[in-house]
């Protein structure tokens, strides 16, 4: 689900001229092999990697962050979460197909 979201979002993120249509747009995307089962695919794959890189390096939540994330979250998830700071994120590699596709790629993350 999660990287549903993150394909979802990547679409909604991507900027196109005003004329165009969300069908239009859509099909283009399709063509160039950008339709969302790829999207969830190429995201999924990249969360899995971007979780590799940054979980090493990353920390437990603090009591004071536990606290106040308990009303939102299960206990069990705030014991397994990590938090790493980092500047960006680095963009997926399958951003640079939307220029292909008369898309711009959406803005870095």
Do not use: K
């Not at 979002?9 to 950008?34: D, F, H, K, P, Y």
């Amino acid at each position: 689900m999660r990287t549903t979201i993150v394909a979802a979002l990547i679409l909604a993120t991507s900027q196109v001229s005003c004329g165009n249509s969300r069908t239009t747009r859509l099909a283009r995307l399709e063509a160039a092999g950008l339709g969302i089962d790829v999207l969830v695919r190429e995201a999924s794959a990249w969360v899995r990697s971007e979780r590799g890189r940054h979980r090493p390096l990353a920390r437990p939540l603090t009591l004071e962050e536990r606290r106040r994330l308990e009303p939102y979250f299960e206990s069990e998830v705030l014991q397994i979460v990590r938090v790493r700071a980092v500047r960006a994120l680095q963009n997926p590699d399958f951003f640079n197909r939307f220029t292909g596709a008369g898309e711009a790629p959406p803005r870095r993350m």
